[in-house]
C-alpha cells in the first residue's frame, strides 16, 4: 500500500466515523424529542389534595358548591363531615372534607346500564350524562363513599365532577377557591411540576377506604386513620351530617 493510498483510507475512515457519530447523535436527538412529545401528549389527570392540618370546618366548601352548581337543599356535592372521638373528658373533633373522588376505576361507572355514567379520556374526571341516565340509582347504591345522590329536581344522578364547568375554562373549583384555610390544592396528577403534584410530593397523603382499590384521585393530609380505612361508615353512620 502506497502513502498516499493509506492517508486516503484514514481520511475516509475518519470521514465515516464522524458521520456515523453525527446520525447517532441526530437519532439521540429524534428520539429525546418525541419522548418529550409523547409526554407533553400524555392525558391529564386531575385529582386534589386536602390537607386537614389547614382545615378549619368552616363549610365555606359545601356552600359555594352548591351556590355554583345549584344542588338541592338537603343534598351535597361537597360537604364537611364532622366526627367527635373519645370519652369525655379525652374527646377530639376531626373534620373530614368529602366529595365524588373521581376514582380510577370507579364501581358507578363498571355498574352503570345505560353508559350515563363515563369518564373524559382526556383528564379522568367521571361525569353524568343527564340525556341518558334513566335514575336507576344503581351507580349511588354502587358509590362505597356515598358522594352520589339522586337529584330531585333532574330526575338523574348527581354528584361532583371537580367543577367542570370552571375546569375547562382554565379556573378552580368552587370549593378550592372557597377554601378559607387554603387546605385544597388542585391540578394535573400527571404534571410533575402542577400544584398538587409538589404538594403531594412533599406530604404524605392518604385515599379514603384505599382498600378498596377504586384508586380515588382525592388525598388527603393528616387525616384520622379510623376515618380513613374499613371503619369508615361505622365512624360515619350520620352521613352528611343527618
Same mark, same amino acid.
Given at each position: 500500500m502506497s502513502k498516499k493510498e493509506g492517508l486516503l483510507n484514514r481520511r475516509d475512515f475518519f470521514r465515516k466515523a464522524a458521520f456515523g457519530v453525527t446520525v447517532a447523535g441526530v437519532s439521540a436527538l429524534l428520539s429525546t424529542t418525541g419522548e418529550a412529545a409523547q409526554g407533553e401528549g400524555r392525558p391529564k389527570k386531575y385529582g386534589m389534595v386536602i390537607d386537614l392540618n389547614r382545615c378549619i370546618g368552616?363549610?365555606?366548601?359545601?356552600?359555594?358548591?352548591? *351556590?355554583?352548581?345549584?344542588? /338541592?337543599? $338537603?343534598?351535597?356535592?361537597?360537604?364537611?363531615?364532622?366526627?367527635?372521638?373519645?370519652?369525655?373528658?379525652?374527646? *377530639?373533633?376531626?373534620?373530614? /372534607?368529602?366529595?365524588?373522588?373521581?376514582?380510577?376505576?370507579?364501581?358507578?361507572?363498571?355498574?352503570? /346500564?345505560?353508559?350515563?355514567?363515563y369518564r373524559t379520556p382526556e383528564d379522568g374526571v367521571v361525569h353524568v350524562n343527564r340525556d341518558v341516565c334513566v335514575g336507576c340509582r344503581i351507580c349511588?347504591?354502587?358509590?362505597?363513599?356515598? *358522594?352520589?345522590? /339522586?337529584n330531585p329536581i333532574t330526575g338523574t344522578a348527581d354528584k361532583c365532577d371537580f367543577c367542570y364547568h370552571r375546569i375547562t375554562k382554565g379556573l378552580q373549583p368552587a370549593c378550592v377557591d372557597a377554601c378559607t384555610g387554603k387546605a385544597r390544592i388542585f391540578g394535573d396528577l400527571n404534571d410533575p411540576e402542577s400544584a398538587v403534584s409538589r404538594y403531594m410530593k412533599s406530604h404524605s397523603t392518604q385515599r379514603l377506604r384505599a382498600d378498596l382499590d377504586t384508586r380515588?384521585?382525592?388525598?388527603?393530609?393528616?387525616?384520622?386513620?379510623?376515618?380513613? $380505612?374499613?371503619d369508615y361508615h361505622a365512624m360515619l353512620k350520620r352521613r352528611r351530617g343527618k
Open positions: 368552616c363549610h365555606g366548601c359545601t356552600i359555594a358548591c352548591k *351556590s355554583e352548581n345549584n344542588v /338541592p337543599d $338537603g343534598l351535597f356535592r361537597s360537604w364537611v363531615k364532622i366526627a367527635m372521638k373519645g370519652t369525655y373528658p379525652n374527646v *377530639s373533633l376531626h373534620f373530614l /372534607p368529602r366529595l365524588c373522588n373521581n376514582c380510577e376505576d370507579a364501581p358507578c361507572l363498571n355498574l352503570c /346500564p345505560t353508559g350515563a355514567t349511588v347504591v354502587a358509590c362505597p363513599y356515598g *358522594s352520589r345522590f /339522586p380515588p384521585k382525592v388525598h388527603y393530609v393528616n387525616a384520622d386513620e379510623t376515618l380513613m $380505612g374499613p
